[in-house]
T-cell receptor
């Protein structure tokens, strides 16, 4: 059972454009939602995270939008740059238990010149 | 470099052989996690330790898998009688529980290929 669904599977955006990646979850016990960025041959690195008590969080060019009633959240990358080309994973955690991460299936982003 | 380190980075083995991977977490981190990542998928939780105690194991962790964290420092993951289906990237992460967010920092992973 896939508890976190992520789309699209791949995304091509022109330099300067906006990249949008969407995730949906099923388990209402999840209470922490991080996004990870992974480059080839590297481990995932935390990019930005949000708790469901806020609807939006912004850090630099990266913004998470959160819709608790719909159980959906999304990552927006503004002014996308070629260096943003990587695979992005949304994740969800129930911090009341083991804090193990439940990941989405990933979105491969390519930013073209 | 004070990040999470994993060794070896790559391992090629024949079916039926045993393999062992090592993870050195960020010092002072008391939690250590193992995940497995197959091509085109997100990492899947395998097991985690708080200090030296193994507190949870996924049902993905068959009897052929065993993990240890002696003295609450580095951890090892052993796979006995490897199968081709074990081919994957094995990721280690560590964290220090300060507040409820428990941010996990990942190592570069060990890529296992079972021939």
């Amino acid at each position: 059972q896939q508890q976190v669904k992520q789309s699209p599977q791949s995304l091509i955006v022109q330099k300067g454009g906006i990249s949008i990646i969407n995730c949906a979850y099923e388990n209402t016990a999840f209470d922490y939602f991080p996004w990870y960025q992974q480059f080839p041959g590297k481990g995932p690195a935390l990019l930005i995270a949000i708790r469901p008590d806020v609807s939006e969080k912004k850090e630099g060019r990266f913004t998470i939008s959160f819709n608790k009633s719909a159980k959906q959240f999304s990552l927006h990358i503004m002014d996308s740059q070629p260096g943003d080309s990587a695979t992005y994973f949304c994740a969800a955690v129930n911090t009341g238990t083991a804090s193990k991460l439940t990941f989405g299936t990933g979105t491969r982003l390519q930013v073209t010149l | 470099d004070t990040g999470v380190s994993q060794n070896p980075r790559h391992k090629i083995t024949k079916r039926g052989q045993n393999v062992t991977f090592r993870c050195d977490p960020i010092s002072e981190h008391n939690r250590l996690y193992w995940y497995r990542q197959t091509l085109g998928q997100g990492p899947e939780f395998l097991t985690y330790f708080q200090n030296e105690a193994q507190l949870e194991k996924s049902r993905l962790l068959s009897d052929r898998f065993s993990a240890e964290r002696p003295k609450g420092s580095f951890s090892t993951l052993e796979i006995q009688r490897t199968e081709q289906g074990d081919s994957a990237m094995y990721l280690c992460a560590s964290s220090f529980l300060r507040d409820a967010t428990d941010t996990q920092y990942f190592g570069p992973g060990t890529r296992l290929t079972v021939l």
